[in-house]
């Protein structure tokens, strides 16, 4: 059940690490790095999510 859950509150928090970079610190250009390895994250998640469903 919880497999449900984990990875929607990764995605919450990964959001609220774009947001506050986007608006607050203002410097998400020089994240980009992260930025690509957070979507690659679940980007893979996601397929393989859908590969066991």
Same mark, same amino acid.
């Given at each position: 059940m919880?497999?449900?859950?984990?990875?929607?509150?990764? @995605?919450?928090?990964?959001?609220?690490?774009?947001?506050?970079?986007?608006?607050i610190?203002?410097? /998400? =250009?020089?994240?980009?790095?992260? @930025?690509m390895?957070?979507?690659?994250?679940?980007g893979?998640?996601?397929?393989i999510?859908l590969? /066991? =469903?």
């Open positions: 919880l497999r449900i859950y984990i990875p929607i509150a990764f @995605l919450a928090v990964f959001l609220g690490w774009v947001i506050y970079r986007l608006f610190k203002r410097d /998400l =250009k020089k994240q980009v790095n992260n @930025l390895l957070g979507g690659f994250f679940f893979v998640w996601g397929l999510y590969a /066991l =469903k």
